[in-house]
């Protein structure tokens, strides 16, 4: 549990129940379903559990909720609800889309370069040229190339596609 780690400075030790390592498959369905990370479900949720479930221990450890109780059916509750009121506009949404653009364009990337990391070049400056027209001419033609590359990316044969969850549409 790397979020309660990274969040709290605590760790948990032992071994979870195989029941419970299938329940947490929910969590990742969630995250498919309602376009959020593990860690941010995570965030959203057990902080509404830990003040609303009493457990039967007396030292708080761990989550400070069962995970039957993490990945029940309230708790999807509790998450559409703490969605609706943390983004109103469907924000989590475009991030979303942003970061799985950009996810297949690096892995791309990576297969046309065979996994061989691409130096790229290093942009000229107003110095290098004899005179500020000059400078003007290849700053705009630079612009020009970059918006074809964008726009060859990000163009309709992606938008074509469709399938579930595609992040072109």
Known sequence: MRWLEAREGKS????????????????????WRYRLEIEEILD?????LRDTVTTKQKKK????????????????KILVNAIAQEYPDGEHKYAWRQREQQRQLEAERLEESDGLVVKERAPRGILDFDSVEEFLQYSARRVERIRRKRSAEYGPKRRSKKYRGNPWL
């Open 61 to 76: 450890y761990g989550l400070g909720c069962s995970i039957a109780s993490l990945t029940g059916d309230g708790s999807e």
């Open 12 to 31: 948990i030790y032992g071994k979870f129940k195989r029941i419970d390592i299938l329940r947490m498959v929910k969590l990742q369905v969630w995250s």
């Open 44 to 48: 959203l949720v057990v902080p509404y």
